[in-house]
């Protein structure tokens, strides 16, 4: 059960697009499309932003997107607001029947 | 509106225990799979544990198997996380989740556990 694999810090400034991976193996991101991003500004309630790999909750900005290619996952925030700098978490479910977080990745908005 | 709200965390002695409890609203508790999730300090997060909707069938992380159990009252929709022989490690915050979209859509806001002599 080892964490999936993030970058621990991305930046970028107002406007620009930002890409965060998430590499697992083939019992994980590379067996489901459960696949999901979850915001996290410190101090709240983590927030569900993308769902199995490429779907967005009802009244999400379309600015975030996701994708995943073999045993990596992405997620794409295009059009880069203040408002967006927080910790971004993957999570996938596993072959065990068991659910796994990626390390989480720090973004910054310079 | 779809609010969750973890209770019962608090100070505990390492070997100690303790019962989180999550209240639920909004939504038919009983129809759904939850979570447990913990965020030790200045770490990422953890899945922790999640259950069924009728409560026969759970799942934990293998760093609480033995001690951690979770458990579910549909009448009082309410989620519970018994913790016993609880160690340094467990310090954390702990949030419940529910389970949709093959997915946590809805969190709470979390409750401080410290383990600490």
New interface residues.
């Given amino acids: 059960?080892s964490?999936l694999t993030q970058p621990a810090s991305v930046s970028g400034s107002p406007g620009q697009s930002i890409t965060i991976s998430c590499t697992g193996t083939s019992s994980d991101v590379g067996a489901y499309?459960?696949v999901?991003w979850?915001q996290?500004h410190p101090g709240?309630?983590?927030?569900?932003i993308i769902?199995?790999v490429s779907?967005r909750?009802s009244g999400l900005s379309d600015r975030f997107s996701g994708s995943k290619s073999g045993n990596t996952a992405s997620l794409t925030i295009s059009g880069l607001q203040a408002e967006d700098e927080a910790?971004y978490?993957c999570?996938s479910?596993t072959s065990s029947?068991?659910?796994?977080?990626?390390?989480?990745t720090k973004l910054t908005v310079l | 509106e779809v609010q969750l709200e973890e209770s019962g965390g608090g100070l505990v002695q390492p070997g100690g225990s303790l019962r989180l409890s999550c209240e639920v609203s909004g939504f038919t508790f009983s129809n759904y799979w939850m979570?447990w999730?913990r965020q030790a300090p200045g770490k990422?997060?953890?899945?922790v544990a999640?259950i069924n909707p009728d409560g026969s069938e759970k799942?934990y992380?293998?760093s609480v198997k033995g001690r951690f159990t979770m458990s579910r009252d549909n009448a009082k929709k309410s989620l519970f996380l018994l913790m016993n022989s609880l160690r340094v490690e467990d310090t954390a915050v702990y949030?419940c989740?529910r389970h949709m979209?093959?997915?946590?859509?809805?969190?709470?806001?979390?409750s401080l556990v410290t383990v600490s002599s």
């Fill in positions: 059960q964490a499309t459960f999901s979850h996290h709240k309630a983590p927030k569900l769902f199995n779907n909750p910790d978490y999570l479910y029947n068991t659910w796994v977080f990626g390390g989480g | 979570a999730v990422g997060l953890e899945w999640h799942f992380v293998d949030y989740a979209h093959e997915t946590f859509d809805c969190w709470g806001q979390g």
